[in-house]
């Protein structure tokens, strides 16, 4: 076909006539173009009966749809001129046109309802292996073999389109049902109940001796025991087996002074002297029958068992050798390697069957084996460790102690737990007169509780009680205090977070303000720790106050008394005790002096004017008379201090156990 040459315009008006000529054209003669013929009826027929047949019976035919009508053709177009433009030419007529389609109804007739479907014969139960869906099981017709013009797929096709999967609407997470806990929860949950259980659980203790001795091994089988003798006279040999110590006498307070009033102080001691009671009647009691009535070395011996008993129950005056002893022998290098733990529960407690004497052997332990870290404390990096590796590190903070301590104690079988709180300990600075306490801040500290004999809590201090720390050193030294010390004494340099565990008798539970403030008011008087060692009280200092006026016009009490009444220097201390005195600065603070105090053997005082200790800023001491004369001066009394003293050539040494201020 040849090329057809374009024509050229010499001007725009040339070419846009041109352009408008072109858009003219005439449109194709009116007239229907025959539809193509439809297909065979007997082969429609046989291919359907082909999809169907192993499927579902076969349906009827329906009417052929009629043929949509074509659009009307559209007017000839002119272009301004009024020339027609010849429109492309007409195709070439087919050689063998198809048959005419029959005409279809009126597409406004609804069609024929359809049969019932009958079941299927092919169960639902059982699904098959491939990617077919059930409804195409079900249903007799493929939405394909219903589309005339789709017939030749419905016949290649056996199998329908997969239904479209409807997901169930999402589910707020919020409104889920909680899961069942697993095996190891309701493990864990039940282990965890019963060691709560057990620690706060009371254990009535055995009434077994108190004095601390190795467990005896008891005997399989006991012969019976021979019938009673009756009662055998006063002076029966038995009775001379009995230790005939006096019984401790009832203690009388010291004179107060004529102008002295008594401070009110929770340190003064709660043993009050018994007084005399009068008879509430005058008739005369019925006598006593001479054949019950007891010997007079019977009577004694029954005081001594009472006052021998009521010994043992005080934990300071209470025999702990046993216990000491045994945690001697154990250091934490020759411990093994597997559970030292419960090695030394064994060890330590197995020898003894009372709480507190096991209780008092892993506290001596923890003071022999385990040192405070200074290096960690001072450097602020501390580690965390298990139990195990302190044991064998042989250092740990007062976290450690404590963990050691419980781990230990639970392991023998004792209640014990770890209480967490402040102690007013290494770099703690007392409040002053009016100053406000800190804010409630209970941490810092940590000590333990453990249930001793006849269900009694106990609180102790295992890191205190192996030695203190000054100068960024550790100085390594035994103090029983933190073990024999009242649940009510420990509370005023002890307070735990969680308020159960104060164990007083009483049953109060301190505030923060008053436990920051003491029961001072103030600077509390320095009390050295040479005074405990020979057995006098701290919580018993009188006045407990740092400063003392000088100009107040009084008489000044200096008062203190033994840390207990059943303390006995010679056989609980060191031997006799020392003389005791104050030294003063005189008048105006011109002349220093030396005054004795007075003693009945468990207070001690002497009372002073205000005006005779010195001048304001001074500093008053208490000072024991450790030797005289080159001797050991243990036992002086007041009467030899002045003689030697007044005999003009004599020597002196002193030990300093507290120290006031004056103002």
């Not at 858009?23 to 429609?44: E, H, I, S």
């Not at 870290?373 to 298990?386: D, P, S």
Request: with cysteine.
């Amino acid at each position: 076909m040849a090329d057809i040459e374009e024509p050229k315009f010499n001007t725009l008006a040339d070419r846009i006539a041109a352009l408008n000529r072109q858009k003219n054209f005439t449109a194709p003669p009116p007239g229907k173009r025959p539809p193509p013929p439809p297909p065979p009826v007997g082969a429609v027929k046989s291919t359907s009966q082909v999809a169907t047949s192993n499927t579902a019976p076969q349906t009827p035919n329906l009417p052929a749809r009629p043929q949509k009508q074509k659009p009307p053709s559209l007017p000839q177009r002119t272009n301004t001129s009024g020339s027609v433009v010849q429109g492309p030419p007409s195709l070439p007529e087919r050689t063998a046109p198809p048959p005419r389609l029959p005409d279809r109804k009126n597409s406004s007739q609804h069609s024929p309802a359809l049969p019932a479907r009958r079941p299927s014969a092919q169960p639902l139960h059982s699904r098959r292996g491939s990617n077919s869906s059930e409804v195409s099981h079900i249903s007799t017709l493929s939405n394909l073999s219903l589309n005339p013009v789709s017939s030749r797929t419905s016949a290649t096709s056996t199998e329908t389109q997969p239904t479209r999967r409807v997901l169930a609407p999402t589910l707020d997470q919020a409104k889920l049902p909680p899961l069942p806990p697993s095996r190891k929860e309701r493990e864990a949950q039940a282990a965890k109940e019963a060691a709560e259980r057990e620690a706060t659980e009371i254990i009535k203790a055995p009434l077994v001796s108190t004095r601390s001795a190795p467990a005896v091994p008891q005997i399989a089988s006991r012969p019976g025991l021979p019938p009673r003798l009756p009662s055998r006279p006063g002076n029966s040999p038995a009775n001379s087996q009995i230790d005939e110590s006096p019984s401790v006498p009832p203690r009388r307070l010291p004179p107060p002074p004529s102008a002295f009033v008594r401070p009110n102080s929770t340190f003064e001691s709660s043993r009050k002297p018994s007084a005399p009671g009068s008879r509430l009647r005058d008739d005369v009691p019925p006598p006593v029958p001479l054949t019950s009535r007891p010997t007079f070395s019977q009577i004694d011996a029954v005081s001594v068992r009472a006052s021998t008993n009521k010994a043992a129950t005080c934990l300071i005056c209470r025999d702990f050798s046993a216990p000491d002893n045994v945690a001697a022998q154990y250091p934490n290098h020759s411990l093994p390697r597997h559970d030292p733990v419960g090695y030394l529960a064994s060890v330590l407690c197995g020898p003894f069957p009372s709480a507190t004497d096991k209780a008092r052997a892993i506290f001596t332990w923890c003071h022999h084996n385990i040192a405070y870290n200074v290096e960690e404390f001072f450097g602020k990096c501390i580690k965390g460790r298990n139990v195990d590796e302190t044991i064998f590190l042989g250092k740990a903070v007062c976290q450690g102690y404590a963990e050691v301590y419980q781990a230990i104690a639970q392991r023998a079988g004792l209640q014990c737990v770890l209480v967490g709180g402040h102690g007013k300990g290494f770099g703690h600075t007392p409040l002053r007169g009016g100053e406000p306490p800190p804010p409630r801040n209970p941490t810092g500290h940590a000590w333990n509780a453990v249930c001793i004999d006849n269900g009694e809590w106990k609180l102790l201090d295992a890191c205190w009680g192996a030695g203190s720390v000054g100068d960024q050193k550790f100085h390594k030294k035994f103090n029983p205090t933190m073990f024999c010390l009242s649940n009510e004494l420990f509370g005023l340099k002890h307070f735990p977070q969680n308020e159960q565990y104060f164990f007083r008798n009483d049953g109060r539970i301190p505030t923060w303000e008053e436990y920051m403030t003491g029961p001072t008011r103030g600077e509390k008087a320095e009390f050295y720790g040479t005074g405990t060692d020979e057995g006098l009280s701290e919580f018993t200092f009188t006045p407990a106050e740092k400063h003392v006026p000088v100009h107040s016009g009084e008489v000044v009490r200096f008062q203190f008394s033994k840390v207990c009444e059943h303390w006995d220097p010679e056989r609980h201390g060191k031997g006799k005790c020392y003389l005791l005195l104050m030294k003063i600065h005189g008048a105006d603070g011109r002349k220093e002096d030396m005054v004795p105090l007075e003693t009945d053997g468990f207070w001690w005082w002497t009372d002073i004017p205000a005006r005779d200790l010195g001048a304001p800023g001074q500093t008053i001491f208490l000072y024991a008379l450790t030797t005289l004369n080159n001797r050991d001066a243990r036992g002086v009394g007041k009467e030899e201090f002045y003689r030697t003293k007044n005999s003009g050539g004599y020597s002196m040494s002193w030990a300093i156990y507290a120290k006031w201020e004056l103002v």
